[in-house]
């Protein structure tokens, strides 16, 4: 079969590290028989340049025709003091929404490979693991396309302070439609893991995490076999350090996701590691072939600290698009296949520079740059 | 002098650790020759089951008319089924409206007797601590009578998944005025500590931050000698993990200081040790001989499960204490006492079962209950 996949290759150290995602790519292509075309992009810091906007019209477009997305990084030191509408993160939100995207699924698990380099203690992690492992293996899917991120906001002309405007507001708001769909997204994610779900809020302060609990309250009763609980966002901050091992699936929405799957990713370690996938539903007019339509993308940044010096780690850039495979394109095996690869080549003991154990000195690993990793994992597939 | 101190032991272990707390108070008073007139309130569950209100109007009344209160911990589980408006959790936000306690100063610092507590590794936060030691010492200034919390909430009556009320809504709203003031708290904060602010937000995202910004960039300039700097909400999730030790003083939002306050604090590896100061402003008619209105309580909660069974740590509440000493009577010299006597019981190897040291099993250390630990701690003043 034939894919058509938008790719924004971004800021920063995105192209080097998408060089070798379509590598990987078109490899499993070979091997597999399919024919990924790709429809290069502009977005971000890189379409203010040359567009003066962070998301031109004509990408939106073209990305909507596709089947799905790989996005990089966008943004800089370079565009940050333009005004809020021209930053290069408008171009994220803007894509979110124009793709309908509401569900961001966020892996987070300590790969044994890399246990050295997480920063909690040992006997920590081991004391919430279920089999008492220094190990964790979560996944927060976090609401995307809606709550205080889309609300209204602006600024309130009253004198406060001898100010005017003197004041400022954002809105959090949330639908029953909008909560259904990213529990169901959860509860779906959950069926093929450990079978629980925590649904994270503030439900003892704010009227819309109320809500929340009363749509979970409705639709967990669809998922009978998965193992529904609830937890205070501030206390959720807390059990992440203390005691990962404990959660499966947690949901949640926009911003506390935005802030929790920061806080697990350094759990882990190596948010060089770490791909994302935001998915939309499979109902919706951009989804082809009854498959969601889906952006992919590491969750680190753009880095341009570490740009074009052959440092940055492109392995959350492969396995983004190993989750586009799954969840966009269906091809398990594939996914499966470029996992396994990146696996062996963390087994044979390659090492970017970000993932080099701390406490050992980088004993039995090989420090490697971008192009040696990427070349690596084409390897092993 | 002669100051009246309101006094809400609450709920679950809060009647066992506050008694230590005015014990000790008494304690000082004798030396110092002050006199320390209690009066003793009803709030949370207690309150709930004699007048059916978690915040009887009466209390309030009283506490208002105090120099300072001291709150041990409100709720449990027995009222945890009720609606939102008649829970525990009420009497604390209406308790910090009603006193106008805007300013929530969280300390959280690694103390050299509990560093095997923390469940971060040594290496990790010696990496960011300018000395290199494997310690950090921060304190959070949380907004607390505005923003999400307080912010207009409700239900929109549109369907919504077959759903009426289909959605529902909260608002954070911030003033100049509101946010001037909470950051005028962390600035004299930061004059008496390292010189250092830090002013956590979404500005990426939310008008609200980006109005926090513009008041800061006229309040900073009164501060030259405080160094200001940004991080984002996430970003400062990540932050407290990873390089605790580049923070002094964070200010930032009601709902983010929660999370980051919480997440903080598990970090200390004794949330048992905790106070927090919620304090007004000494112009406002509440303040009592220019000293602002200050209610002082543990960060732990009611911890229902180990009530009345002489293990809780009266620690956090008798530093509470301290706070209280200081900041609304101005005694620094009283506070000061209690917390050296507090840290002299720990050099002395006194634990309460919370911070017993997991990884030695305790060796050069003695564990003793609640009344054990008060004791030693007014036998140390
Ligand atoms: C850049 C920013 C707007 C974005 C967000 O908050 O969603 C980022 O932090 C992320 O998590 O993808
Ligand atoms: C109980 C709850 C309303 C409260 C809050 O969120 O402020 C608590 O978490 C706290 O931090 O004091």
Redo the contacts with the bound molecule.
């Keep these: 079969m034939s894919y058509q996949v938008a790719l924004v290759p971004g800021d920063g150290i995105g192209p080097e590290v998408m060089v070798h995602a379509t590598e990987i790519l078109d490899a499993i292509g070979d091997k597999y028989d399919h024919v990924f075309n790709y429809v290069e992009l502009e977005a971000g810091g890189k379409a203010i340049d040359s567009t003066g906007e962070p998301l031109p019209a004509d990408t939106l477009e073209a990305a909507q025709q596709c089947d799905a997305l790989l996005l990089a990084a966008v943004g800089g030191p370079k565009w940050d003091t333009l005004p809020g509408h021209l930053r290069p993160e408008r171009a994220l939100l803007g894509l979110r929404a124009g793709l309908g995207v509401f569900a961001n699924l966020r892996p987070a698990a300590l790969l044994p490979q890399l246990r050295q380099a997480c920063p909690i203690k040992d006997e920590v992690l081991a004391a919430s693991n279920p089999e008492g492992k220094a190990s964790f293996d979560l996944l927060i899917v976090r609401e995307l396309t809606g709550g205080l991120y889309f609300g209204k906001r602006g600024r309130i002309d009253e004198a406060s302070g001898g100010h005017s405007p003197g004041a400022a507001f954002d809105t959090e708001t949330y639908s029953w439609t909008e909560i259904e769909r990213v529990l169901r997204a959860g509860y779906d994610a959950a069926k093929v893991r450990r079978h629980k779900l925590c649904i994270v809020d ?1 439900a ?2 704010l009227e819309s995490s109320r809500y929340w609990r009363e749509v979970a309250a409705v639709v967990s009763k669809d998922y009978p076999d998965i193992e529904t609980s609830y937890l ?1 966002v ?2 959720a901050a807390m059990q992440l350090i203390r005691a990962p091992g404990q959660f499966d699936v947690i949901v949640t929405s926009n911003l506390f996701g935005d802030i929790l799957s920061d806080e697990a990713s350094v759990l882990t370690g190596s948010i060089g590691m770490l791909p994302s996938a935001s998915l939309g539903s499979p109902a919706d007019p951009l989804a082809k072939n009854g498959r969601p339509m889906g952006m992919y993308e590491p969750i680190h940044g753009s880095a341009p600290d570490i740009a074009d010096q052959d440092i940055a780690n492109p392995l959350a850039m492969i396995l983004s698009a190993a989750m586009m495979l799954r969840y966009s394109f269906g091809l398990e095996k594939e996914a499966k296949d470029i996992e396994r690869a990146v696996n062996k080549v963390l087994d044979d003991g390659l090492r970017t520079k970000d993932i080099v154990n701390r406490s050992s000195g980088g004993a039995n690993e090989k420090v490697v740059g971008t192009k040696e990793m990427g070349a690596a994992v084409r390897k092993a597939l």
Tied chains: 1, 2.
């Design positions: 503030k003892n302060v205070y501030d206390n």
